[in-house]
């Protein structure tokens, strides 16, 4: 196998840990304790992307992998695989757990599987505007820690990261879910058919991760990077 199938395998792996444990902790907890579903989280991708950012860069988030491509930190062809893997590990998480998961548990009110939701009050445009902000502040981290050679990337970049997730899921996850990735969505949204509001979690993480990237990349690499003659 070479070295993108076994990176490949390595996002399939981290993402599906994330969906595993962060919707777990939803369903779990009957979406009641807001702590314990931030921290599933946060630690299950501080923990993921310690274990695998040697291999694969430790991704597990199409939004992350569109500004990585957009700033031309990840080819094209690799970035296609590796969303790819992304969804196939969500969707493999999601149907595990609406298979192992009692269904009075899976399908009750206000878990839904673990997918995420837009709160009652909350506009649908607004939605979108707190999934791009908190997709932003996680992109800028990982720029910043991973992407910028001038980062802690070896050291604290997975707890840096874990706790971005966390600390966007406290603040916004009453209001959209705080997906922060399509892929966190897609994969429950599948298994439980429910595809209500499906753009929120595309365009807000999608556009936040871009404008997050490209601003990083501007302001502090573009001047780092070599010329090419």
């Known amino acids: 196998m070479d070295n993108v199938g076994k ?14 444990f962060g919707a777990g902790a939803i369903i779990m907890t009957g979406n009641s304790d807001l702590v314990a579903i931030a921290l599933a989280h946060g630690l299950a991708i501080a923990i993921m992307v310690s274990l695998m950012a040697h291999i694969s860069g430790g991704v597990f988030n199409p939004a992350i992998q569109v500004a990585l491509w957009v700033t031309g930190k990840m080819p094209t062809a690799r970035s296609a ?23 009075e548990l899976f399908d009750a009110q206000g878990v839904t599987g673990g997918i995420p939701a837009v709160a009652p009050a909350v506009a649908i445009g607004k939605a979108i505007v707190i999934e791009a ?11 910043a820690t991973a992407v910028d050679e001038r980062g802690p990337f070896a050291k604290t970049a997975g707890f840096t990261i874990g ?12 209001y959209t879910g705080a997906a922060m990735n399509p892929a ?18 595309i365009v807000g ?5 871009i404008i ?9 690499l573009r001047d780092r990077e070599p010329v090419t003659p």
């Open 212 to 220: 997050a990237g490209v601003g990083y990349w501007f302001l502090y």
């Open 7 to 20: 990176a490949s395998i390595a996002e399939f792996i981290g993402t599906f840990a994330l969906i595993f």
């Open 184 to 201: 966190r969505w897609f994969g429950p949204a599948l298994a439980t058919g429910d595809w209500t509001n499906w753009w929120v979690w």
């Open 205 to 209: 993480p999608v556009a936040g991760g």
């Open 81 to 103: 695989v590796y969303i790819l893997a992304q969804l196939l590990g969500a969707v493999a998480a999601a149907f595990v757990l609406k298979y192992a998961t009692p269904a």
């Open 133 to 143: 902000i908190l997709t932003f502040f996680l992109v800028w981290a990982v720029f």
């Open 163 to 174: 706790l971005v997730i966390t600390i966007d899921i406290f603040a916004g996850g009453a």
